[in-house]
Protein backbone atom coordinates (compact mmCIF):
# COMPACT_ATOMS: atom_id res chain seq x y z
CA UNK A 1 0.00 0.00 0.00
CA UNK A 2 1.54 3.38 -1.44
CA UNK A 3 1.30 5.10 2.79
CA UNK A 4 3.30 2.44 4.23
CA UNK A 5 5.61 2.53 1.11
CA UNK A 6 5.92 6.02 1.76
CA UNK A 7 6.31 5.81 5.64
CA UNK A 8 8.95 3.02 4.90
CA UNK A 9 10.88 4.92 2.46
CA UNK A 10 11.50 7.75 5.38
CA UNK A 11 12.72 4.83 7.58
CA UNK A 12 9.23 4.15 9.82
CA UNK A 13 6.91 1.11 9.31
CA UNK A 14 3.59 2.53 8.10
CA UNK A 15 -15.07 0.32 6.98
CA UNK A 16 -13.77 -0.19 3.99
CA UNK A 17 -13.41 -2.89 1.86
CA UNK A 18 -13.91 -5.39 4.45
CA UNK A 19 -14.72 -9.14 4.29
CA UNK A 20 -15.89 -11.32 1.27
CA UNK A 21 -17.79 -14.74 1.09
CA UNK A 22 -15.52 -17.61 0.47
CA UNK A 23 -15.97 -17.85 -2.99
CA UNK A 24 -14.57 -14.63 -3.56
CA UNK A 25 -11.23 -15.39 -1.48
CA UNK A 26 -9.21 -15.53 -4.83
CA UNK A 27 -9.85 -11.92 -4.83
CA UNK A 28 -7.84 -11.83 -1.72
CA UNK A 29 -7.77 -13.18 1.33
CA UNK A 30 -6.26 -10.36 3.22
CA UNK A 31 -6.89 -6.39 3.86
CA UNK A 32 -3.50 -4.08 4.22
CA UNK A 33 -4.74 -1.29 5.79
CA UNK A 34 -2.96 2.08 6.73
CA UNK A 35 -4.83 4.57 9.13
CA UNK A 36 -3.31 7.81 8.87
CA UNK A 37 -4.39 10.97 10.94
CA UNK A 38 -4.05 14.61 9.36
CA UNK A 39 -2.52 17.94 10.79
CA UNK A 40 -5.35 20.37 10.52
CA UNK A 41 -3.69 22.52 8.89
CA UNK A 42 -1.73 20.06 6.02
CA UNK A 43 -5.21 18.56 4.98
CA UNK A 44 -4.44 20.11 1.25
CA UNK A 45 -1.11 19.63 0.83
CA UNK A 46 -1.59 15.88 2.64
CA UNK A 47 -4.24 15.65 -0.48
CA UNK A 48 -2.14 17.27 -3.34
CA UNK A 49 0.26 14.83 -2.27
CA UNK A 50 -2.27 11.90 -2.58
CA UNK A 51 -3.37 12.94 -5.41
CA UNK A 52 -0.08 12.56 -7.41
CA UNK A 53 1.13 9.51 -5.35
CA UNK A 54 -2.31 7.97 -6.68
CA UNK A 55 -2.00 9.35 -10.18
CA UNK A 56 1.59 7.64 -10.72
CA UNK A 57 0.04 4.25 -9.65
CA UNK A 58 -2.44 4.92 -12.18
CA UNK A 59 -0.10 5.43 -15.28
CA UNK A 60 2.30 3.06 -14.20
CA UNK A 61 0.87 -0.03 -12.87
CA UNK A 62 1.42 0.08 -9.55
CA UNK A 63 -0.07 -1.00 -6.65
CA UNK A 64 -3.68 -0.90 -5.74
CA UNK A 65 -6.00 0.74 -3.37
CA UNK A 66 -9.38 2.73 -1.73
CA UNK A 67 -8.90 5.41 0.04
CA UNK A 68 -11.47 7.01 2.19
CA UNK A 69 -11.31 10.06 4.52
CA UNK A 70 -13.87 10.38 7.96
CA UNK A 71 -17.32 11.78 8.04
CA UNK A 72 -18.21 11.09 11.48
CA UNK A 73 -15.58 9.49 13.56
CA UNK A 74 -12.27 11.28 14.36
CA UNK A 75 -11.74 14.16 11.98
CA UNK A 76 -9.18 13.98 9.33
CA UNK A 77 -8.59 10.62 9.25
CA UNK A 78 -7.75 8.68 6.28
CA UNK A 79 -7.74 4.82 5.50
CA UNK A 80 -5.93 3.04 2.85
CA UNK A 81 -6.90 -0.30 1.92
CA UNK A 82 -5.41 -2.84 -0.09
CA UNK A 83 -6.38 -6.34 -1.21
CA UNK A 84 -3.51 -9.16 -0.40
CA UNK A 85 -3.62 -12.63 -1.44
CA UNK A 86 -1.00 -13.73 1.03
CA UNK A 87 1.68 -11.75 2.83
CA UNK A 88 3.99 -12.11 -0.27
CA UNK A 89 1.58 -10.29 -2.19
CA UNK A 90 1.89 -7.40 0.39
CA UNK A 91 5.50 -7.44 -0.78
CA UNK A 92 4.73 -7.23 -4.67
CA UNK A 93 2.38 -4.43 -3.92
CA UNK A 94 4.84 -2.55 -2.45
CA UNK A 95 7.23 -2.83 -5.16
CA UNK A 96 4.48 -2.37 -7.45
CA UNK A 97 4.31 0.78 -5.61
CA UNK A 98 7.91 2.07 -6.02
CA UNK A 99 8.28 1.44 -9.42
CA UNK A 100 5.50 3.44 -10.23
CA UNK A 101 6.85 6.33 -8.21
CA UNK A 102 10.37 5.68 -9.85
CA UNK A 103 8.90 5.84 -13.01
CA UNK A 104 6.73 8.61 -12.92
CA UNK A 105 9.17 10.95 -10.82
CA UNK A 106 12.76 9.93 -10.85
CA UNK A 107 14.18 8.02 -7.80
CA UNK A 108 14.81 11.26 -5.90
CA UNK A 109 12.01 13.12 -6.99
CA UNK A 110 9.91 10.48 -5.66
CA UNK A 111 11.70 9.89 -2.46
CA UNK A 112 11.24 13.71 -1.61
CA UNK A 113 7.78 13.96 -2.24
CA UNK A 114 7.29 10.76 -0.07
CA UNK A 115 9.42 12.18 2.39
CA UNK A 116 7.19 15.63 2.33
CA UNK A 117 4.37 12.88 3.85
CA UNK A 118 5.89 13.06 7.53
CA UNK A 119 5.18 16.66 7.77
CA UNK A 120 1.86 16.44 7.25
CA UNK A 121 0.88 13.55 9.75
CA UNK A 122 -0.37 13.56 13.64
CA UNK A 123 0.15 9.61 13.47
CA UNK A 124 -0.30 6.25 11.57
CA UNK A 125 -0.75 2.25 11.81
CA UNK A 126 -0.93 -0.51 9.52
CA UNK A 127 -3.39 -3.48 10.14
CA UNK A 128 -3.81 -6.67 8.00
CA UNK A 129 -6.63 -7.73 8.37
CA UNK A 130 -8.23 -11.35 7.54
CA UNK A 131 -11.08 -11.52 5.81
CA UNK A 132 -14.01 -13.54 7.51
CA UNK A 133 -16.86 -15.06 5.12
CA UNK A 134 -18.04 -17.57 7.83
CA UNK A 135 -19.36 -14.44 9.90
CA UNK A 136 -20.40 -11.93 7.14
CA UNK A 137 -23.91 -12.24 6.11
CA UNK A 138 -26.13 -11.83 2.81
CA UNK A 139 -22.65 -11.01 1.08
CA UNK A 140 -22.37 -11.35 -3.26
CA UNK A 141 -22.48 -14.80 -4.23
CA UNK A 142 -19.84 -13.85 -7.12
CA UNK A 143 -16.91 -11.62 -8.05
CA UNK A 144 -18.94 -9.49 -10.26
CA UNK A 145 -21.68 -8.88 -7.72
CA UNK A 146 -19.01 -8.44 -5.43
CA UNK A 147 -17.31 -5.85 -7.51
CA UNK A 148 -20.33 -3.78 -8.44
CA UNK A 149 -21.72 -3.56 -4.81
CA UNK A 150 -17.78 -1.80 -3.92
CA UNK A 151 -17.66 0.47 -7.28
CA UNK A 152 -21.04 1.61 -6.19
CA UNK A 153 -20.25 2.42 -2.73
CA UNK A 154 -19.84 6.20 -2.25
CA UNK A 155 -19.36 5.70 1.77
CA UNK A 156 -19.20 2.98 4.33
CA UNK A 157 -19.81 2.40 7.94
CA UNK A 158 -17.34 0.46 10.04
CA UNK A 159 -17.68 -0.73 13.58
CA UNK A 160 -14.31 -2.10 15.24
CA UNK A 161 -14.96 -4.71 18.21
CA UNK A 162 -12.74 -5.42 20.30
CA UNK A 163 -13.05 -8.94 22.42
CA UNK A 164 -12.38 -9.48 25.73
CA UNK A 165 -9.03 -12.36 25.90
CA UNK A 166 -10.65 -15.61 26.18
CA UNK A 167 -13.86 -14.97 24.50
CA UNK A 168 -13.22 -14.82 20.74
CA UNK A 169 -15.54 -18.17 20.35
CA UNK A 170 -18.38 -16.49 22.48
CA UNK A 171 -18.11 -13.59 20.01
CA UNK A 172 -18.53 -15.50 16.60
CA UNK A 173 -21.31 -17.42 17.70
CA UNK A 174 -23.37 -14.34 18.48
CA UNK A 175 -22.05 -13.12 15.39
CA UNK A 176 -23.24 -16.40 13.45
CA UNK A 177 -26.61 -16.10 15.60
CA UNK A 178 -27.42 -12.67 14.35
CA UNK A 179 -26.61 -13.97 10.67
CA UNK A 180 -29.15 -17.06 10.64
CA UNK A 181 -31.85 -14.72 11.50
CA UNK A 182 -30.85 -11.58 8.97
CA UNK A 183 -30.65 -14.10 6.13
CA UNK A 184 -34.45 -14.37 6.71
CA UNK A 185 -34.97 -10.87 6.69
CA UNK A 186 -35.44 -9.59 3.55
CA UNK A 187 -34.80 -5.89 4.25
CA UNK A 188 -31.08 -6.73 5.63
CA UNK A 189 -28.27 -5.77 3.65
CA UNK A 190 -25.23 -7.30 3.70
CA UNK A 191 -22.52 -7.40 5.91
CA UNK A 192 -18.98 -8.03 6.60
CA UNK A 193 -16.57 -8.82 8.71
CA UNK A 194 -12.76 -9.04 8.92
CA UNK A 195 -10.34 -10.08 12.26
CA UNK A 196 -6.79 -7.99 12.51
CA UNK A 197 -4.42 -10.28 12.71
CA UNK A 198 -1.40 -8.32 12.56
CA UNK A 199 -0.97 -4.65 14.26
CA UNK A 200 -3.68 -4.26 16.30
CA UNK A 201 -4.61 -4.10 19.76
CA UNK A 202 -6.09 -7.61 21.50
CA UNK A 203 -8.55 -9.27 19.39
CA UNK A 204 -10.41 -7.27 17.23
CA UNK A 205 -13.35 -7.72 14.52
CA UNK A 206 -14.67 -4.81 11.87
CA UNK A 207 -18.07 -4.94 11.00
CA UNK A 208 -18.63 -3.15 7.80
CA UNK A 209 -21.64 -1.64 5.54
CA UNK A 210 -21.15 -0.77 1.94
CA UNK A 211 -23.77 2.00 1.32
CA UNK A 212 -24.36 4.11 -2.43
CA UNK A 213 -25.37 7.32 -0.02
CA UNK A 214 -25.82 8.28 3.68
CA UNK A 215 -29.58 7.80 2.82
CA UNK A 216 -29.05 4.03 2.37
CA UNK A 217 -28.56 3.43 6.17
CA UNK A 218 -31.83 5.00 6.65
CA UNK A 219 -35.06 2.70 7.73
CA UNK A 220 -32.37 -0.64 7.89
CA UNK A 221 -33.76 -3.35 10.49
CA UNK A 222 -32.92 -2.83 13.75
CA UNK A 223 -31.56 -5.83 16.13
CA UNK A 224 -35.11 -6.25 17.83
CA UNK A 225 -36.74 -6.53 14.44
CA UNK A 226 -33.73 -8.93 13.41
CA UNK A 227 -33.78 -11.46 16.60
CA UNK A 228 -36.91 -10.75 18.97
CA UNK A 229 -37.38 -9.63 22.26
CA UNK A 230 -36.10 -12.35 23.68
CA UNK A 231 -33.23 -12.96 21.12
CA UNK A 232 -32.17 -9.11 21.61
CA UNK A 233 -32.20 -9.54 25.48
CA UNK A 234 -29.66 -13.10 25.17
CA UNK A 235 -27.68 -10.89 22.60
CA UNK A 236 -27.02 -8.15 24.72
CA UNK A 237 -25.88 -10.02 28.12
CA UNK A 238 -23.64 -12.09 25.82
CA UNK A 239 -22.07 -8.66 24.59
CA UNK A 240 -21.53 -7.52 27.81
CA UNK A 241 -19.37 -10.63 28.96
CA UNK A 242 -17.67 -10.77 25.97
CA UNK A 243 -17.03 -6.69 24.40
CA UNK A 244 -14.14 -5.06 26.35
CA UNK A 245 -14.89 -1.78 23.60
CA UNK A 246 -16.09 -0.47 20.85
CA UNK A 247 -15.86 2.11 18.15
CA UNK A 248 -17.64 3.31 15.02
CA UNK A 249 -16.96 5.51 12.36
CA UNK A 250 -18.61 6.15 8.35
CA UNK A 251 -16.21 6.90 5.72
CA UNK A 252 -16.64 8.64 1.98
CA UNK A 253 -14.64 6.94 -0.86
CA UNK A 254 -11.78 9.29 -2.12
CA UNK A 255 -11.32 8.28 -5.78
CA UNK A 256 -8.80 10.77 -6.59
CA UNK A 257 -6.62 9.59 -4.14
CA UNK A 258 -7.16 5.85 -4.86
CA UNK A 259 -6.22 3.67 -7.49
CA UNK A 260 -8.91 0.80 -7.25
CA UNK A 261 -8.41 -2.71 -9.02
CA UNK A 262 -9.89 -2.43 -12.65
CA UNK A 263 -13.07 -4.80 -11.69
CA UNK A 264 -14.18 -2.13 -9.20
CA UNK A 265 -13.08 1.08 -11.37
CA UNK A 266 -15.21 -0.37 -14.22
CA UNK A 267 -18.28 -0.04 -12.57
CA UNK A 268 -18.48 3.44 -12.50
CA UNK A 269 -15.70 4.89 -14.33
CA UNK A 270 -16.96 8.58 -14.39
CA UNK A 271 -16.26 8.25 -10.68
CA UNK A 272 -13.47 6.32 -9.40
CA UNK A 273 -11.19 7.64 -12.81
CA UNK A 274 -10.77 11.26 -11.84
CA UNK A 275 -8.53 12.64 -14.95
CA UNK A 276 -5.28 13.94 -13.78
CA UNK A 277 -3.97 17.10 -14.67
CA UNK A 278 -0.45 16.60 -15.73
CA UNK A 279 2.32 19.03 -15.56
CA UNK A 280 3.02 18.89 -18.99
CA UNK A 281 -1.29 19.66 -19.95
CA UNK A 282 -0.55 22.32 -17.04
CA UNK A 283 2.41 23.85 -18.11
CA UNK A 284 0.51 24.37 -21.72
CA UNK A 285 -2.07 25.80 -20.67
CA UNK A 286 -0.45 28.26 -18.63
CA UNK A 287 1.78 29.12 -21.91
CA UNK A 288 -1.15 29.34 -23.84
CA UNK A 289 -3.06 31.89 -21.54
CA UNK A 290 0.72 34.23 -21.68
CA UNK A 291 0.43 33.91 -25.18
CA UNK A 292 -3.06 35.24 -25.53
CA UNK A 293 -2.64 37.98 -23.21
CA UNK A 294 1.07 39.19 -24.14
CA UNK A 295 0.73 42.97 -25.30
CA UNK A 296 0.91 42.85 -28.95
CA UNK A 297 3.77 45.66 -30.27
Not at 76 to 84: A, D, E, H, P, Q
Not at 102 to 114: I, M, P, R, S
Request: charged fraction near 25%; proline fraction near 5%.
Amino acid sequence: MWWRKALRALGLLAAILLGAPAALWAQGDYLDVSIVKVKPEKVADFEAIGRKIADANRRSNGDQWLAMQTLYGETNTYVFVSRRQDYADISKGNDAFMNAMNKAHGKEAAEKLLNEVNNCLISWRSELRLRRPDLSSKAPTDAQAFNKLVGESRVLRTMAIHVRPGHGGDFEAVVKEINSHAEHNPNAQPVFVSQVIEGGYGNTFYITFFRSSLGGFDKNPTLKEILGEDGLAKLEKTIAETEASSDSAIYRFLPELSNPPKEIAEVAADFWQPKAVTAASTSRSKAKTAATTEPKP
